[in-house]
């Protein structure tokens, strides 16, 4: 019985060369939602933001700007700077609330394989409650 002799054939895989640029405004999408997530955190965005949120709100807009408000990103190489504006809710320690929203927000971002060199955070407002009921 003749065996045919088989031959595997090995390729070398070249990685292409060339650059990946991660834009600040993916960035800032990936903090928004890390500093969302934290307990406490109300609302992102200083007045201005949030008001004119409030006014596309009600133009049935409510999506427009949500993705990166309260937040800027600077992406320089592999490294990023992240501000943010918060609003907390009344009753909450703001170390121990920007201390979480700093550990999520790194966390996420370095999950895309930067480095995050620094989380500023500015609280710029509470939140004291939820919408006052209707007086009769």
Do not use: W
């Amino acid at each position: 019985m003749d065996h045919e002799a088989t031959q595997e054939l090995t390729t070398a895989s070249v990685a292409a060369g060339g650059t990946t640029q991660v834009s600040d405004e993916v960035i800032e999408k990936i903090a928004v939602a890390a500093a969302r997530a934290v307990p406490g955190v109300a609302e992102l965005g200083g007045d201005v933001a949030r008001f004119f949120n409030s006014v596309l709100d009600r133009v049935g807009l409510d999506q427009v700007g949500d993705a990166r408000r309260g937040c800027s990103a600077h992406v320089t190489g592999d490294a990023a700077v992240v501000n943010l504006v918060l609003v907390i809710q009344a009753g909450q320690p703001v170390p121990e609330i920007t201390s979480q929203v700093r550990a999520r927000v790194t966390e996420a971002v370095e999950a895309y394989g930067l480095r995050v060199d620094e989380v500023n955070i500015r609280v710029d407002d509470v939140a004291m409650g939820g919408p006052a009921a209707p007086t009769a």
